[in-house]
């Protein structure tokens, strides 16, 4: 009996419902080998530049090779490629234009493989794979995609650290640092969807065309004395033309009349009871010890049962707050906050910092 003929008994087979599963392709057409093969036009396909937050169409044309009839019974994509479909030519009435796995391709048919590559989640070079398995006769045919994944916004510098910065030097002048925005093509701002208190973001001279489209453009990014002091990392965020945001960070510490050391949190650590602990805090005028107002200090919150403030002595730089735990204080968490004060001096502002002890029972 001629392979043709046990094809079609097996086409037979699947229609009346006899040993066919699920997919709707019978036992005997998945384990009978067809002759004829699935050749592509092209193997692989290379994209070129693209951009992130768009999608590019791949389509990788095909003929069944041979007399016989094939199946397809598997597409896998690997990251990247999503979507992958058999777009007939041979027969749109039967399924429509998406053609199911499962089902026999006629011998001599031209179609497509068809998928999406989506560069969202991408940066630069970027290789993916569709993969078909069936009974054709190599089995598999892999497709290869390549690209180089650019952003839709490239800012250099993306992240802007300003160090250290001294408010009463930003009443006089603002610091300023320039970033340069490269896109892939001419944008506008639409509304700045976030943007720090104290930190302002500028357009500085003309838009440069450039090759392929892209244009170039700079910024000046300032703060000024609107912001608080402490610690500040940011993003700045703006909606545009484009329909994807342009985006960066900004970093800067914000210092006060006064620096201390440590800035944010004071630990005693863990320790057994029955032992005595002492931690200092200092405090540096940023304008000149000379200048700097005498202190005062307390424990608030649970750590007050623990933590007694020593003394407060001044320093050549400023002052120092030194806190102890004595070897009387029994075994428990004590967490609250030490707050320094200016009484009198309103252009000093009071500090807070956490302070944590953890006491171990012998």
């Known amino acids: 009996m001629s392979r043709s003929v046990l094809i079609a008994a097996s086409l037979v087979l699947a229609a009346c419902g006899q040993n066919s599963p699920a997919g709707g392709l019978s036992t005997t057409l998945e384990r009978s080998p067809s002759l004829s093969d699935l050749k592509f036009e092209k193997l692989d396909r290379d994209l070129g530049e693209v951009y992130q937050q768009h999608t590019y169409d791949l389509d990788f044309p095909f003929e069944v090779v041979g007399d016989d009839d094939i199946v397809i019974s598997e597409i896998d994509t690997s990251c990247g490629c999503t979507n992958a479909s058999i777009y007939p030519t041979w027969d749109t009435k039967t399924y429509g234009d998406v053609w199911p796995l499962n089902q026999p391709i006629p011998a001599g048919s031209k179609g497509s493989v068809r998928a999406i590559f989506d560069g969202s989640r991408y940066k630069r070079d ?113 909606e545009t033309s484009l329909g994807v945001n342009l985006t960066f960070t900004v970093a800067a510490r914000i210092l006060g009349p006064v620096r201390y050391a440590p800035a944010q949190r004071v630990a005693f650590g863990i320790f057994d009871e029955g032992q005595r602990k002492h931690r200092t805090v200092k405090l540096e005028s940023t304008r000149g010890a000379p200048n700097m107002p005498m202190p005062t200090a307390e424990i608030v919150g649970g750590a007050k049962d623990a933590i007694v403030i020593e003394e407060i002595k001044p320093t050549e730089a400023g002052y120092q707050i030194k806190m102890i735990i004595s070897e009387t204080v029994p075994p428990g968490n004590y967490n609250g906050l030490l707050k320094i004060s200016y009484p009198g001096n309103p252009d000093y502002e009071q500090h807070e910092m956490r302070v944590n002890a953890r006491i171990r029972k012998k």
């Open 126 to 238: 970027k290789s993916s794979t569709i993969t078909l398995r069936g009974n054709f006769l190599e089995r598999k045919a892999t497709l290869a995609v390549q690209a180089f994944v650019k952003p839709v916004f490239d800012v250099q510098p993306q992240n802007i650290n300003f160090g250290e910065i001294i408010t009463s030097a930003l009443v006089e002048e603002s610091s300023e640092k320039m970033i340069t925005v490269t896109a892939m093509q001419d944008y506008e701002i639409v509304r700045w969807v976030r943007v720090p208190t104290g930190v302002e973001v500028n357009p500085v001279g003309e838009v440069t065309q450039l090759e392929g489209g892209e244009v170039s453009r700079q910024y000046r990014v300032a703060i000024n004395s609107n912001i608080a002091s402490g610690p500040m990392a940011s993003s700045v965020d703006a």
